[in-house]
């Protein structure tokens, strides 16, 4: 076992965009576990949009990161040494290990996770929080029937690929937004009727054409313009899900409302935010669907693996340049 | 019977504010009812907020007013000649007259209202359209529960102070936003546990003192900075109900989202936007509790009449200008 646990803690709030000097690079000895805990060596952790968020003070859906504490992260690793009776050494596991090499956690924040059903990667996307957030968002708020018109921003993301896929499977027409050729051809692969590139093509005029009927379902990762073309295209009755607002995380400057919000009136709509929290106890059910689907080929996953825990600020910030493809998952224990 | 028909048509489609121009006034010949129509005198009509999204072109709940074309208006009055056999003359009715001195409807398009029960303006105040919009909006849509915090902007108008009294007869605990002493001391008279003035208090900063454990349904008719405000206290699962945007409904840059929508995924929380039309078959049910309520002193209701319809511009203005205390209600017989 390696004797020192590398941390990223954070060091302080960012303003804006986060800077490298937001994180600092900690050495401090392994921990041991106590009584019902686990030692975890961490192999892969998750990076998230929703970091952002966990990194300002004040109220939010979940208590922000402290200072000088290590960096909040879902990971994926092995147990080295249990004080759990459910848990054994060499089991595989998930839970919130945070952004460092060994984690010590209680039994029951432990998931065991099975790397022959799918790679550890697997289990912090398609598997995983992400996974878990398309599966209840688009279902439980979104409430799509099939023929439903499914628009989605972020559409080649961890939770947007995922959100298409699922409404392809129910029925529905799935339109994506993307930002980029690459990112739109790959959205169409995994089988979205259509795909609008923001960056190349006019958002409210392509959103019209891609969606002639109008909206029925928008499921929004990204907010800003995707948000404003999205409600400028509702049908009656429409849902709007909302669970990102990535485009708007680091700006400085008042956020940008939604202009024509009163589209929510006109059409009859609605506009729900939810945590993918909420649903815990649900998990295991949407996770052995999900699986089910993976392992038939109905439901593709695609990872973006970096490496280095110390280049963490590095990484991260490849999600807010739209620079990753696939779910953003940094691996850990070589570092 | 007067030999001639006053009507107020829309002649230009107004930009930002409307102006005096924008409206002509008319005079045509009594229309004559065909088969199973019925020729109603009309004695008030409806001066409502909404009014002016009829205005304008384009595709919204309603269809637009046309140019040249008589204003759309709820109105009452009395039945001068029938060829509809569940209407005699004499008879005192309710429906889309238009802002004119006499209305050929079908039979179908009226209601009966019974002046014993209350004088006609009522019937389009707290017994109209204003009253069933309070009553399905914050029922139906928003769906309070007995100890919930009710937030209703535009406290002391037609719709807002039904909506107020609603909760509190619904055991709920209801905070009015208002503009002037005089309309916050009639919306705490109305039972309204506190009341906050936006044009002398800092909006925020009351709402937070008015709603210590935070907002769960947000009745708003306002928007701009009275929806900000509302989204930045929302308890867990809010409800924030869209029924109208007065003040944004004449300004002609780019209207202002709620910079702080994303305080719905927070809170887990929904906004919805309903139109009062959609319940039309539940008005009878709606009208006979509101009715009730009203007779046992449990619902007050307030008009403000003003009279003579070639002054239609003026008098719809003062809704815009915050100038009317109570339903806006224009005299039209003796113009």
Redesign the interface.
Known sequence: MSQENVQVKLANRPVGEPKSSDFEVDRAPVPQPGDGEVLVRVEYISLDPAMRGWMNEG???IQPVGLGEVMRAGGVGRVERSNHPDFKEGDTVSGQTGAQQYAVLKGDELIKVDESVAPLPRYLGALGMPGMTAYFGLLDVGQPKAGDTVLVSGAAGAVGSTVGQIAKLKGCRAVGIAGGAEKCDYARQLGFDDVIDYKSENLFRRTKEACPDGVDVFFDNV?GQAL?AALARLRLRARVV????IS?YNITE??????????????????????VF?YKDRYAEAAREMAGWINDGKLQAREHIVEGLPDFHKHLMMLFRGENFGKLVLKVSDA
């Open positions: 109220r939010s859906y907010g404003e909302l669970c990102g607002a708007q008042r956020p940008t409302g939604p202009a024509n919000y009163m589209s929510l009136l006109v059409n009859r709509a609605r506009m729900e935010g939810f945590v909420d």
